[in-house]
């Protein structure tokens, strides 16, 4: 086993894994800054992805890291109604670590950028007591699509996800209490918490839809959520048991003595695609888009219900309560 | 004296220092992305500034963080002979620092941001165990001018730098010993380290001069960066001790036993402009830009020399020799 010696080395593996020639990509690494071709508006979004704050060695794997980091930014860009068109990457790394762990992590996030057809053109590196990532990612609108915004619902408006909400949250809790071997029991939550599988098709058939008033990412939980992606002045009434809550989801509300509903609600991670229309036209979009629920409908009034009773909530990195 | 408690606080206090509002931005913080107006081309360039590995605490005011953070980004912007446009902020923020230090490093990031009139469009926020910012800058060309690019030189070519080499390097020796008491004894390089003095105008000059073959941003020293800046093959002759070192510079290198110029070349963080051009060009330039100096020549042969001796060296932030 052999580490990585010197910058060289790890442009070497970052060449092996993310090739550089791409329709966007004027000049990739190696400059000052990369050169982009752009089209007339673009939407840009970056995402800390750190050890012990967003994800634990002891049960990610090196690809898991690799891909989760590039994934939850991507889930931003999804969440405008928009496709992405690139990253670049910023990468601190103790210098303790074996090179094949490095090859892995990059692998999984090659994987990743191929998914969307993403080249990474540039960032740096630095030695760091923990691994850390910071990516930024940019996109433009899907073909005859539009960015969707937040705070442009409607009171009336239906509310609707893309995503097993809560399924995330499920698998955070089984992998903190049992590492890895939480896989076997709890397979569709654990794959979630460790890398979650986007929504590109929904996201572009969505940002084709005028009467689809605005999208979200939903990462933080619908309680947090929801609050956030409504005009202000209005509120959410909303009631998810329609939504066929994951078997394990259920299961471990249960273990946690929570409500399903409310387990999933508080969410986290879901990376979860959140959006607002006219009734109608969810019910029309529930038979086009396997995976899409509705959620509730948006009120005149602020305040968040879930199966009428108030819900408040939700994660915040310094609060100390 | 009271911390921040949550990030609603962290948004607060940088709603104060970066205005939103800015012809480039459509959207600014708030909604899973940005949406940003863009030229049809771009520059972007993303850097690293952490606790204990590019400042110290002990040495750095909270101001000279967020200044030299957003800095060194641009730098490498004005290095691409690109205008600044905009930037985005990763923050890892230990939770036992003051409002009030935060405060101030944001007041000294808004310096710099409004110096060169750029929007902070978005970011992300964790704790974390050190101060670690994350800046992604972007830019265009400046009007009239083009990107100018690494690895274009020509045999013959003249080498100059717009910058004072080697005093940023001068300073970090001056403040590693005595801290900020060695303000006194060498108030021009430690504050240079602190946060160097940009050149807007030169790189606007000099990227409207077809003639001008390629800029770069000098930030690992001369001895390191040079090689990158030449077209594959050649080398460089290079003689500085015309460019009127630094007094602080000088001292500082006869104090550490080296001569003037070779601690000069070896530099680091000088954050100038390495370009080359034609002889005559470069005589004329330097007529109109104080603080141009011609450096040396390109040369058909790979290698670098400094007043005939060759040199090696430079900094990796992973070599273990």
């Given at each position: 086993m052999s ?6 080395d790890?442009?070497?593996l970052?060449?092996r ?8 990509v004027?000049l990739?690494?190696g400059?000052d800054?990369?050169?982009l071709r752009c089209?007339a508006?673009?939407?840009?979004t ?15 794997e090196?690809e898991?890291?690799?891909r989760?980091?590039?994934?939850v930014n ?9 496709r992405?068109l690139?990253?670049s990457?910023?990468l601190t ?5 074996e ?6 992590l990059f ?5 990743i ?9 540039g ?10 990532l910071?990516l ?7 073909p005859?699509g ?6 442009k ?7 609707f996800?893309v995503?097993?909400v809560g ?6 809790l ?5 590492g890895?071997?939480?896989m076997a029991?709890?397979p569709?939550?654990t ?10 098709s929904?996201?572009?058939?969505l940002?084709r ?23 202000p002045?209005?509120?959410a009434?909303l009631?998810i048991a329609?939504c066929?809550l994951h078997?394990?989801?259920?299961a471990?509300a249960?273990?946690a003595?929570?409500p ?15 959006g607002?229309?006219?009734?109608p036209l969810?019910?029309?979009l529930?038979a086009?888009l396997?995976g ?6 948006v009120?005149d009034?602020?305040?968040l ?10 994660f915040?990195?310094f609060?100390?309560d």
């Amino acid at each position: 086993m052999s580490r990585l010696r010197s910058e060289e080395d790890f442009l070497d593996l970052i060449a092996r894994h993310f090739p550089e020639s791409h329709p966007h990509v004027i000049l990739g690494r190696g400059d000052d800054c990369a050169l982009l071709r752009c089209p007339a508006e673009i939407c840009l979004t970056t995402d800390l992805f750190l050890e012990d704050r967003h994800f634990r060695r002891a049960y990610f794997e090196p690809e898991d890291i690799g891909r989760k980091s590039l994934a939850v930014n991507v889930s931003d860009v999804l969440g405008m109604g928009a496709r992405p068109l690139g990253f670049s990457l910023c990468l601190t790394a103790p210098t303790d670590i074996e090179a094949e762990w490095w090859e892995r992590l990059f692998a999984g996030m090659g994987e990743i950028a191929a998914l969307h057809g993403l080249p990474l053109v540039g960032g740096d590196l630095s030695a760091g007591d923990g691994v850390g990532l910071a990516l930024t990612v940019w996109g433009e609108p899907w073909p005859g699509g539009e960015f969707k915004r937040r705070g442009k619902t409607r009171p009336g408006d239906a509310l609707f996800v893309v995503g097993p909400v809560g399924l995330a949250r499920a698998g955070l809790l089984a992998l903190e209490e049992k590492g890895r071997a939480a896989m076997a029991d709890f397979p569709s939550a654990t794959a979630w918490h460790l890398c979650p599988t986007l929504f590109p098709s929904a996201s572009e058939l969505l940002a084709r839809e005028p009467e689809v008033r605005g999208l979200m990412d939903v990462s933080d939980g619908l309680a947090q959520d929801v609050p956030r992606f409504l005009a202000p002045g209005q509120g959410a009434a909303l009631a998810i048991a329609g939504c066929d809550l994951h078997p394990e989801t259920v299961a471990k509300a249960q273990a946690a003595g929570q409500p399903p509903s409310l387990f999933a609600a508080l969410g986290g991670e879901d990376y979860a695609l959140l959006g607002a229309a006219p009734t109608p036209l969810v019910a029309e979009l529930s038979a086009r888009l396997p995976g899409l629920c509705r959620i509730g409908a948006v009120t005149d009034k602020p305040g968040l219900t879930l199966d009428g009773t108030p819900l408040g909530g939700g994660f915040d990195h310094f609060r100390e309560d």
